[in-house]
């Protein structure tokens, strides 16, 4: 490959969408993950809190530009439930789903915008699939 070719092909990247794009995708995954820990009925063992009302499951949600990913809760409960109270010891639930799947992410979001980057590679697809 001559250095124009490979010029031309990276010029017509939008590295930005690409990250974008790959940060979306972790963090959908990592919802989903936060989500299913936040669905487990009442009674049993279980270290992240339980599913009473689902309230606190619907308030997870996330956002993502081209530099980084947000996973996170619009309810004040997720912090007193992730850090714990004077009276109520820490049942996260953001930070061991974020450890678990943090290397696979990672890893996830770098094989997408590096098989972008490839030559030969197919073009972005602009509804994000």
Known sequence: MTPKVLA????????????RQALDDAATRLETAVKAALSEPPGGQHDAPWLRT?????????????????????????????RGTARLRPRPFLAPAAVALGPELARRVGE??????????????????
């Open 8 to 19: 031309d092909h990276l010029a017509r990247i939008d590295l930005g969408e690409i990250c």
């Open 54 to 82: 689902g309230d606190l499951r619907d308030s997870i949600g996330h956002q993502a530009d081209a530099s980084s990913a947000i996973v996170g809760s619009t309810s004040d409960v997720a912090v007193f439930q992730e």
């Open 112 to 129: 997408q915008v590096a098989a972008v980057l490839r030559p030969g590679a197919p073009p972005l697809d602009p509804a994000g699939a």
